[in-house]
């Protein structure tokens, strides 16, 4: 494989799950970049592939940061997708990481379906997450669509009705759908009144579906650290601010009602 897509590696796949996020659009409170990055660490993946920045990015909109090396030698970060690899409990796992692209969404796609190609991914699990009027304290609803339905009612997932503008993974799977592979697309509803970034529970909620989906156990004890020291926090902001407080107790006669 060539073009936008820079290999390190080129490692034997038997059939590896490639399980995507991106931040921005679809990604309220970094809830499913989090779920992913945790992921990663957990597997201890290797860096796969990188995708070339120059023809996606507005780098106006997603401008490259300057980072200072250990050594003191200054660098520049591009704002981009990278690919990394791992076993996670026995299963192989493919890994996609980055910001949702400015342009050319249609050759992006393609980019990434010649990865899944090339990788022998057959199935494909997407990430996101969505703010909504929920209670923060509630189980957090994970909601998606799959190219076979029984997965979403095996794993407890609502089916999306949603209709209207869609980001990357909307455009992305259906292009990976289209190709012939499993699709599971899981979103992750969160808050819309809370202003605290990263949503730990929101990326644990998303951690769980993809473990129950793999058929896997994760320890996952440190992410479900932080997001109960996560809702402690916001129970305590909520509990300082009567007109937050009383929207939250509205919510909550709402859903009881329902």
Known sequence: ???????QVHPALDDPVLVLAFGGWSDASEAATSALGFLNDAMQSVALAELDPEDFYDFTVARPHVEQEEDGERRIVWPSTEFRFGHLAGVELVTGLGSEPHLRWRTFCDTVATLAEGVHAHRVVMLGAFLSDVVYSRPVEV????TDPAELERLGVGHSSYEGPTGILGVLG??????GRDVLSLWACLPHYLNTTPNPRGALA???KVSAYLGIRVDDAELRTEAEDFEKRVSEIVAADPELSEYVRQLKKRDFAQ
């Open 143 to 146: 909601t998606g669509f799959a």
């Open 206 to 208: 998303l951690v769980d």
């Open 1 to 7: 494989m060539t073009g936008a897509l820079r290999f």
């Open 174 to 179: 259906d292009r990976l759908a289209r190709d």
